[in-house]
């Protein structure tokens, strides 16, 4: 993921300026900067709010050391520094602070490198030439291998199947496993739990676009988004349950379209709700996976959903995954459940309390906390055939997709004693 500070070249402005607090500092950045070929001159005295007010009048230097240590706000005043640096400009940051969270949380904002105080002239070079080494390197825009972006909404038929777990999972899988920079986007607005799966705050990131619109861009999905992983960031809620969610969806729409444009994968956790009040959340989606269970609500809702995506998302590719497999005699067989949504079940996953237990402790991925499980097998498999998509347009999964059963689709409802509803209705 580019940083909202270098998303440019070095073209025609200075290649370097430093604010800095105090003379000591100073005097160590001197001969390292002589001996980089640039002007001593542009080490000015003061930090983090000089640098703001400086750079808000005159243009952003290619490499920009900054100083921390009188902010009493680091990160809040690093988001005043990102609105007025132009792009391409690569943020070196030193302060007093040695705390491995705010390192992080520096480093997630855009910051290239952060230094701590007492300066060493080795420590200096070595990010100096680091950050120059930026400008030299190859753009992803301009040739990346990643490949063809590939978009991945996961949706439950009900309450409890297990989507998050699966949507988290696989996010982490191609961010690690795939080596694909991935964003995660959780719209659960008010009670989404990727965050809380990455052990990670949800932050305003989601909830500010949905307030603010035309403020998304590729500068503000830098800021707004919080990182799990090199290659794996989510843009989450955890809105007041007082606050209704007020929005047309356009929000949502620009979202896909920046990751789109900063990310190789997107994962989208969708609530089925989302469907039906934004169906054209879908349109440029790959793969849709629906994540089920053996029961008679869940295959009524898979019928429906698929006979949804059909008329509203032709181009997504349907995955059916049934999770929470129990050895015991479920609520209907898979044979029939099969035979009632006319197509196979493409993966299944075994109930593992345990190891659902053992990933919420952990704070981690269901796949990352269960590595030597059996039970992650599938997902790995699910990840494996979502990106074989961008190569064969889905036809795997089309294939796999397509039921042999001779039995045609029963009657949910004369199972249960009632006439047929208009959810058969829809699919039929």
Known sequence: MNSPFKSGGMGNRDPFAAYICDEAALDVLGPVV??????????????????IQSLSIAASPAILMVDLSESGDPLNDINALAEVCEPGTVVIAVGQVNDVRLYRDLLSSGIHDYLL?????????????????????PRSEDGDDEGEHITTAVVGTRGGVGASTIATSLAWLFATEH??????????????TG?????????????????????????????????????????????????????????????????????????????RNMLINFPHLLTEVNVVTLVTELTLASARDTIRLLSWLKANA??????????????????????????SIERKINYQIVYDQKAATNAAKLGQTFVEANKSSK???????????????????????????????????????????VKKSTAEEEAV
Do not use: Y
């Not at 060493?120 to 930026?134: G, P, W």
């Not at 929005?247 to 896909?256: K, N, P, R």
């Open 34 to 51: 002589i001996e980089m070929g640039w002007q001593p001159e542009k080490c000015n005295k003061g930090g983090l709010r000089n640098a």
């Open 179 to 192: 080596n694909r920079s991935t964003a995660l986007l959780d719209l659960d607005v008010h009670f989404g």
């Open 375 to 417: 039970t992650t097998a599938p997902i790995h498999d699910i990840a494996k055939a979502i990106m074989g998509v961008a190569e064969d347009d889905g036809a795997s999964l089309e294939a796999s997709g397509k039921s042999s059963s001779l039995l045609g689709k029963f009657d949910l409802k004369s199972m249960l004693g």
């Open 195 to 271: 965050a809380l799966s990455l052990d990670l705050e949800p932050g305003r990131g989601l909830t500010d676009a949905i307030d603010n619109p035309s403020r998304i861009d590729g500068l503000f999905i830098e800021r707004a988004m919080i990182r799990a992983h090199e290659n794996l960031a989510i843009m989450s809620a955890e809105a007041p349950i007082h606050s209704p969610m007020m929005t047309d969806g356009t929000a949502f729409v620009q979202l896909e379209e920046e990751f789109r444009q900063a990310f190789s994968n997107t994962v989208i956790d969708m609530p």
């Open 314 to 339: 032709p181009a997504a590719h349907p995955l059916i995954v049934c999770n929470k497999m129990q050895g015991g005699a479920s609520e209907i067989s898979k044979a029939d459940f099969e035979a």
């Open 117 to 137: 105080k007492p300066l060493s002239a080795n420590a200096l070079r070595d990010a100096l030439t680091s950050a120059q080494a930026v400008f030299s390197a």
